[in-house]
């Protein structure tokens, strides 16, 4: 079994030298977008409180996370060839600075260990998401998201429209997620 414990501490020890050069924002409405897909290549976006989601350019949702979270942290030595979009989900407070700067301060501060525990928790959490939806079928992969639904504190759960997120995360068509839970006793 994958392991999703968040590496906080090796976060923490990030945000301390990250944050002094970022530039800070905070964001009080909802589905405000944080980054760009023109921003996703160049900047590492570090979300200290709030939720925000991660869609892909294509319109799928990758995922909903909650802080701490950082985005784009390897973004300096390799870039993406999908575009992402970063969208507040509830009221959000973090900083960004470019992809460069964050690889020269990881330098700087040898923090490789802490980045490389960052990116292989994501890593595994990308895994966990492909093994809940690649190959399964419609009943398997609504079910998977239910699951992962439930793991999200109260709050997040009554934000989120259940039938959106599932469609949206899936790409399985309302009406087939309406059917399976018609079809459930």
Same mark, same amino acid.
């Given at each position: ?10 976060? =923490?020890?990030?945000?301390? %030298?990250? /944050?002094?050069?970022?530039?800070? #924002? ?6 405000? +977008? ?5 921003? &996703?290549?160049?900047?590492? #976006? ?5 939720? @925000?989601?991660? @869609? ?8 909903? @996370?909650?802080?701490? #979270? ?5 973004? $300096? ?6 575009? =992402?979009?970063? +969208?507040? !989900?509830? $009221? %959000?407070?973090? =900083?960004?600075? /470019? &992809? ?8 700087? *501060? ?6 490389? %525990?960052?990116? @292989?928790?994501? &890593? ?9 939806? +690649?190959? *399964? ?16 504190? !109260? ?9 959106? =997120? ?6 399985? /068509?309302? /009406?087939?997620?309406? !059917? ?6």
């Amino acid at each position: 079994m994958l392991s999703l414990s968040k590496p906080l501490q090796e976060f =923490y020890r990030l945000d301390k %030298c990250l /944050s002094k050069h970022g530039t800070r #924002f905070e964001f009080v409405n909802d589905k405000e +977008i944080i980054c760009s897909p023109d921003e &996703s290549n160049t900047h590492t #976006f570090v979300i200290l409180e709030g939720v @925000v989601s991660l @869609v892909r350019g294509d319109k799928v949702l990758i995922g909903i @996370v909650q802080a701490p #979270f950082i985005f784009g942290l390897a973004d $300096g030595v390799a870039k993406k060839e999908a575009q =992402y979009k970063l +969208i507040a !989900e509830s $009221g %959000c407070i973090g =900083y960004r600075l /470019s &992809s460069s700067q964050t690889l020269a301060i990881i330098e700087q *501060n040898q923090l490789w260990r802490e980045a490389f %525990c960052w990116i @292989v928790w994501k &890593s595994q959490v990308l895994e966990l998401r492909d093994k809940q939806l +690649i190959g *399964n079928n419609s009943y398997d992969q609504i079910r998977a998201t239910l699951m992962t639904m439930i793991e999200w504190d !109260e709050e997040l759960r009554s934000r989120i429209g259940v039938m959106n =997120y599932i469609h949206q995360r899936t790409r399985v /068509s309302r /009406s087939v997620v309406a !059917e399976v839970w018609l079809a459930q006793p």
